[in-house]
């Protein structure tokens, strides 16, 4: 990516003027309900994937790997989650890109 890490973490850890610029359009109506920079964010939004929207609260933390349920139940969500997910990276991934080069 053509832009300077500080400018592209900036815009990922600001969850009210940089990080809704750079969702993919399955992600909707986020909401920062606590701080709203970094780590210790909270956060709702609605996802629209495979004909559903579910709605998530989060708490924003440093990086970390995604956990799944075990046996079965988990198979399919890694199954899942690792196609759907994948497509809704690299299109965040381009829109940071983008903001990233606008500053």
């Not at 920062?32 to 210790?40: I, P, T, Y």
């Not at 629209?48 to 989060?58: E, I, S, Y």
């Not at 829109?95 to 500053?103: F, G, H, K, S």
Request: proline content about 5%; charged content about 25%.
């Amino acid at each position: 990516m053509d832009a300077p890490p500080d400018r592209v973490y900036a815009i990922i850890a600001d969850y009210h003027n940089g990080h809704p610029h750079i969702l993919p359009k399955q992600f909707r109506n986020l909401t920062v309900e606590k701080g709203g920079v970094g780590a210790g964010t909270i956060i709702r939004f609605e996802v629209r994937a495979l004909g559903q929207t579910q709605r998530f609260r989060a708490f924003v933390t440093e990086p970390a790997e995604m956990t799944s349920r075990k046996g079965l139940a988990g198979a399919l969500e890694r199954f899942v989650s690792t196609r759907v997910m994948k497509k809704m990276y690299a299109e965040e991934l381009a829109l940071l890109a983008a903001r990233a080069r606008q500053a």
